[in-house]
């Protein structure tokens, strides 16, 4: 891309959908995946030995490439190199900054992770895994992560459908894990990922969310 084309870097940013990022360059492969250099325009990291805020720059973290939502059925990989920065409490430690976007040791934005999981509903990770091109451990990393997350309510809307449905791990194999979505017009979250489809494992998440959200009453479809 021509460093010079502000439309253009506009248009793929908006695109890309992600907070506090800025396009670099972007360039397609052989393949025609779209390779997109990003930088954060965040400042500033949470001290990881002492929970400070710092804002004093030393350098970068590591480069890290992610899969993200593909544009126009073309594939998609964020090439980011995060700033580093140093804190003043013991041992001067540094740290990288952390973003919302990504979560460290994913090969995929959390975008992409809700996209993959989303395709996994009635078919199985290995299935998902052939038809995206990822490895079956990318895929079932995927589930592992979601199912040890817990819900942050707090960033959550009213909803008015809540879905259940079901991903298995192999075909063939009773391993089933449930996954919970809930539907805000056309938009379509994961609220979590059960890591079972036993009735008391789906009470206790129901259980769990806050009657804040529950406002308008939902609707179970499963
Ligand atoms: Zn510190």
Redesign the pocket.
Known sequence: MDSNNEPLRQAIELLLDLPNVQVQAVHQDRNGSYIVTLVSTEHGAT??????R?DKSNGHGEWVTLRHTAIFEKPVYLRIRLPRYQ????GE?T?TQQVSWFTRRSPFTIAYEAYLLLDCVNSTTADVAIKKKVTCDESQGVLDRHIRKSVDWSTMEPFEVIGIDEISLKKGHKDFVAIVTARQGNETRILGVLEDRMKETVIKFFRSIPKVLDLVGYKLYA
């Open positions: 001290c990881h030995k002492c929970n400070k710092i804190c003043d409490c013991d430690p740290t």
